[in-house]
């Protein structure tokens, strides 16, 4: 059996990759930071599908927790799957909110830095030891963050640490290429999720008329759901996207078309 550890899996984006992998026979090591309810029903929801989960707390903006979740992992592996390695990493932790660039506060720019950038950077350092050589990764980013995205006011420290991402993305697939490690990125349009607020109100159903704003702002009609890119998520670790390194694929229904 090929396992998973999607970082962020408690709700919305990551939770979604979560079930996908399972419904493709994947065990799944899932991480929540603020959500313990949403991991719970994670683990439920792959158990459903005829899965395997754990769920372990981290928070991804401290560095100095890796270590132990590296050996929560290694523990786990071989406990409940016999394993030395894993085959997939899914860095989806992350929040949302946007903020004028001259009310951006230097705490608020470092929330972002170590959330959206930093943490991915030095957990994927801390857990590539443990990733099996023709394994795959996938970073979440945002279409805040293409060239070819909306530049929409108040995102210029958020959109600047997942255009950081992409970077960073395209760099280690070329480095962990000589180990057959694939890494890609999915960049989400407006998806309804938690991410969609800062303050960790319920996404978009807490302001409604947004929705019909953003749908029509969208090529094929609608809001993103975390589903719709779970299964892109799933797809480029799979097996059918074994000749895909270094992209970096927007996964908006064509927002801003």
């Known amino acids: 059996m090929r396992v998973a550890v999607v970082v962020g899996g408690s709700s919305g984006i990551g939770q979604a990759a979560a079930v996908e992998l399972a419904r493709r026979g994947a065990g799944v090591i899932v991480t929540y930071s603020g959500n313990p309810a949403g991991a719970k029903d994670t683990v439920a929801?792959?158990?459903?599908?005829?899965?395997?989960?754990?769920?372990?707390?981290?928070?991804?903006?401290?560095?100095?927790?890796?270590?132990?979740?590296?050996?929560?992992?290694?523990s786990v592996l071989r406990e409940k799957w016999q394993r030395e390695t894993f085959d997939y990493?899914?860095?989806?932790?992350?929040?949302?909110?946007?903020?004028?660039?001259?009310?951006?506060?230097?705490?608020?720019?470092?929330?972002?830095?170590?959330?959206?950038?930093?943490?991915?950077?030095?957990?994927?350092?801390?857990?590539?030891?443990?990733?099996?050589?023709?394994?795959?990764?996938?970073?979440?980013?945002?279409?805040?963050?293409?060239?070819?995205?909306?530049?929409?006011?108040?995102?210029?420290?958020?959109?600047?640490?997942?255009?950081?991402?992409?970077?960073?993305s395209r760099m280690l697939a070329k480095e962990l290429a000589v180990r057959g490690i694939r890494v890609n990125t999915v960049s989400?349009?407006?998806?309804?999720?938690?991410?969609?607020?800062?303050?960790?109100?319920?996404?978009?159903?807490?302001?409604?008329?947004?929705?019909?704003?953003?749908?029509g702002q969208t090529a094929l009609g609608r809001l993103g759901e975390p589903g719709d890119v779970g299964v892109a998520i799933a797809a480029l670790l799979g097996d059918e996207s074994r000749w895909i390194t270094a992209q970096n694929v927007e996964v908006s229904g064509g927002f801003g078309l």
């Not at 459903?48 to 401290?62: N, P």
């Not at 989400?188 to 749908?215: H, K, M, Q, S």
Request: charged share 20%.
């Open 89 to 168: 990493l899914v860095n989806s932790a992350g929040f949302g909110g946007m903020a004028m660039f001259e009310d951006v506060t230097e705490e608020l720019f470092d929330r972002f830095l170590r959330v959206l950038l930093k943490g991915p950077y030095f957990l994927t350092q801390t857990l590539v030891p443990l990733l099996t050589d023709g394994g795959a990764i996938v970073n979440v980013s945002s279409s805040s963050a293409l060239p070819t995205g909306s530049a929409d006011v108040g995102y210029t420290a958020y959109a600047a640490m997942k255009g950081g991402l992409n970077v960073w």
């Open 188 to 215: 989400p349009g407006p998806t309804r999720t938690r991410l969609a607020d800062a303050d960790g109100v319920v996404g978009f159903d807490a302001y409604p008329e947004v929705i019909p704003i953003l749908a």
């Open 45 to 74: 929801a792959v158990e459903r599908e005829g899965g395997t989960a754990v769920a372990f707390r981290l928070d991804v903006g401290r560095t100095e927790e890796f270590p132990a979740f590296r050996e929560q992992v290694v």
